[in-house]
């Protein structure tokens, strides 16, 4: 019983370095979601995916790429990482539009040097 | 744009006492609210959903009430305990179906002293 996994949990880039961070979600949700938390911004929306193929910009997405190849993972890349990124990144699934609410990964802790 | 404010930022208490923690929202038109516990370096874990046809959710010592037209919410802990001590989120959905951005509080830090 898993629910939502993030990996890596910890990274350290240097400025202008890529990555991707990674969600798996074993609750066949078809919705997912990438968000950030900064200390005094709270939580906010990066991008989503309503299912396997589809994608869509959030609150915050300047920065980020996302792919929904498959169902049940959720990729987020940062193309040339900058210090302004440095955060800690959540990944979340819902059943249907959120109706039952949103389950929520562990996090990624990521500094940006 | 939809607002949630938690108020008080931070809270400690003796072990036993009553925990009341209070989240407000701006506009009314939501279709849930969902509170969630954060440990320190820690993911979200959900508590209590409250759709928002309902007055309240219950589970264990925890109890949360929703009062949607004066947008507010409460979280009740009784009898609080040390490992209650944690960051307390709450989060508000749009009622609208095309709208999937989460609005979140900024937190209560609560800290229950042995």
């Known amino acids: 019983n898993a629910g939502v996994t993030q990996t890596p949990k910890f990274r350290v880039l240097k400025t202008g370095q890529s990555m991707t961070l990674l969600c798996a979600q074993d609750m066949n949700h078809e919705y997912m979601y990438w968000y950030r938390q900064d200390p005094g911004m709270g939580l906010r929306l990066i991008h989503y995916s309503v299912g396997e193929g589809t994608t869509a910009k959030g609150e915050v997405p300047d920065g980020y790429n996302v792919s929904r190849l498959k169902k049940q993972n959720f990729l987020l890349g940062l193309e040339s990482a900058a210090p302004s990124q440095t955060s800690v990144y959540f990944c979340a699934s819902s059943y249907g539009q959120g109706r039952r609410g949103y389950t929520f990964g562990s996090g990624t802790r990521l500094t940006v040097v | 744009k939809q607002e949630v404010t938690q108020i008080p930022a931070a809270l400690s208490v003796p072990e036993g006492e009553n925990l009341v923690l209070n989240c407000s929202f701006t506009?009314?038109?939501?279709?849930?609210l969902q509170w969630f516990r954060q440990d320190p370096g820690k993911g979200l874990t959900s508590l209590l959903l409250?759709?928002?046809?309902?007055r309240e959710q219950t589970s264990g010592r925890l109890n949360a009430s929703l009062d949607k037209s004066s947008g507010r919410s409460t979280l009740y802990i009784a009898a609080s305990q040390p490992g209650d001590s944690a960051t307390y989120l709450c989060?508000?959905?749009?009622?609208?179906?095309?709208?999937?951005?989460?609005?979140f509080g900024a937190g209560t830090t609560v800290t229950v002293r042995a």
């Open positions: 409250i759709q928002s046809s309902q």
């Open positions: 506009d009314s038109a939501i279709y849930n």
């Open positions: 989060a508000v959905r749009p009622h609208s179906s095309n709208d999937y951005k989460l609005s």
